[in-house]
């Protein structure tokens, strides 16, 4: 609907040409791929917005396989991606009709201000939950790697103390940006933690071959855990609040730009969401655990380092995530309690 009341989408060239500027030849894809990745740049917004669906939830996708079966799990997974995907599209569209990129004000433009004020609470309570999830969960594995190392203490040293390090020294610094871009780079650690899981899961996946009975394997169920593996799926697609800010602090905001960081950025959360989910469940079936870098390892390790660096890994993308996350919540503060529809010029960060 927005786009026919906007006329066809431009891409970026045609927007140039009707600016009154020069095209500029098209970049190699070398330079697009390996290129220096600029603030607004494309590349760094795909990277923003894998890394506000990647987190903890992913972990728990092999359980869906496990509660659905083999065949109806993965169709599970990839229909919420085309949820997911179907999702962004409209909200893209919705924040180019409205020119409004912020997620609040765009569903107070469309659905009204009382809706806006919910989302804005929503978002917050959101965002409060997602602190002490990822603090529980940062508790749980900071004393599984402190071990494995032959680190043995206290409780408080080998829980609380991580916990504290990682709220003053990541948590808190990185908190402070405003923008979502300036955490481009940073965001790429949560897609490299989901790729070596996923990598890591695969290579280990011979070893568990010999001691699991593979006739028993479920390939379709459906019973009332149906609705707990539709939630763990779609759950992991989770970014949409982002994208509204993503696409505005595009250098060259546009509706084809931002479909493409949609198409992409769901392409690049599935595949590996589809292989950690297919071998994690193909390596433990019915002993799955509700995360699956918490299994147990396999025979013939005795001490499975490679796992322990995924979770050191995971609980740093965990550890991210919530500053990631931190600037659209910020904003929905400032606008709710203080009324402003704009950030003060000295909040530089």
Same mark, same amino acid.
């Given at each position: 609907m927005f786009e026919h009341m906007n006329g066809p989408v431009k891409d970026s060239k045609e927007m140039d040409l009707i600016e009154g500027e020069q095209p500029t030849e098209r970049p190699t894809w070398t330079k697009r791929t390996f290129g220096k990745m600029n603030k607004g740049s494309l590349r760094g917004s795909i990277f923003t917005l894998l890394s506000t669906a990647i987190g903890s939830g992913c972990l728990a996708l092999p359980l869906a396989l496990k509660y659905m079966g083999l065949i109806l799990g993965v169709f599970m997974l990839l229909f919420t991606a085309v949820i997911a995907y179907f999702g962004l599209i409209n909200i893209a569209l919705a924040a180019d009709h409205y020119k409004?990129?912020?997620?609040?004000?765009?569903?107070?433009?469309? *659905? #009204?201000?009382?809706? #806006?004020?919910?989302?804005?609470?929503?978002?917050? &309570?959101?965002?409060?939950?997602?602190?002490?999830?990822?603090?529980?969960?940062?508790?749980?594995?900071?004393?599984? /790697?402190?071990?494995?190392?032959? &680190?043995? #203490?206290?409780? /408080?040293?080998?829980? &609380?103390?991580?916990?504290?390090?990682?709220?003053?020294?990541?948590?808190?610094?990185?908190?402070?940006?405003?923008?979502?871009?300036?955490?481009?780079?940073?965001?790429?650690?949560?897609? /490299?933690?989901?790729?070596?899981?996923? *990598?890591?899961?695969?290579?280990?996946?011979?070893?568990?071959?010999?001691?699991?009975?593979?006739?028993?394997?479920?390939?379709?169920?459906?019973?009332?855990?149906?609705?707990?593996?539709?939630?763990?799926?779609?759950?992991?697609?989770?970014?949409?609040?982002?994208?509204?800010?993503?696409?505005?602090? *595009?250098?060259?905001?546009?509706?084809?730009?931002?479909?493409?960081?949609?198409?992409? #950025? &769901?392409?690049?959360?599935?595949?590996?969401?589809?292989?950690?989910?297919?071998?994690?469940?193909?390596?433990?079936?019915?002993?799955?655990p509700e995360l699956i870098i918490l299994r147990d390892a396999p025979s013939g390790i005795s001490n499975d380092w490679a796992m322990v660096i995924s979770r050191v890994c995971i609980s740093l993308t965990v550890v991210i995530a919530v500053p990631i996350n931190l600037p659209p919540i910020r904003e929905c503060i400032f606008t709710s309690i203080f009324g402003k529809d704009k950030f003060p010029s000295y909040w530089k960060m």
């Open positions: 409004t990129y912020h997620y609040p004000h765009l569903v107070a433009k469309t *659905l #009204g201000k009382k809706w #806006g004020f919910a989302v804005d609470v929503l978002m917050v &309570i959101y965002l409060w939950a997602t602190l002490v999830t990822y603090q529980v969960l940062l508790g749980e594995f900071s004393p599984s /790697f402190l071990r494995s190392m032959n &680190i043995h #203490g206290t409780e /408080f040293e080998l829980r &609380i103390l991580p916990m504290l390090a990682a709220n003053f020294f990541i948590m808190l610094p990185l908190g402070l940006f405003r923008e979502l871009t300036n955490l481009r780079f940073v965001s790429m650690f949560g897609a /490299f933690s989901l790729g070596y899981v996923a *990598l890591l899961v695969i290579i280990e996946f011979p070893y568990f071959v010999g001691a699991n009975n593979y006739s028993d394997m479920t390939y379709a169920k459906i019973d009332m855990n149906v609705f707990a593996t539709f939630s763990i799926c779609l759950y992991a697609y989770a970014c949409h609040t982002n994208l509204p800010q993503i696409q505005g602090e *595009l250098a060259r905001t546009s509706l084809q730009r931002t479909y493409k960081i949609a198409r992409r #950025g &769901i392409t690049g959360i599935f595949v590996p969401y589809f292989l950690l989910s297919l071998f994690g469940y193909l390596s433990c079936l019915n002993d799955t």
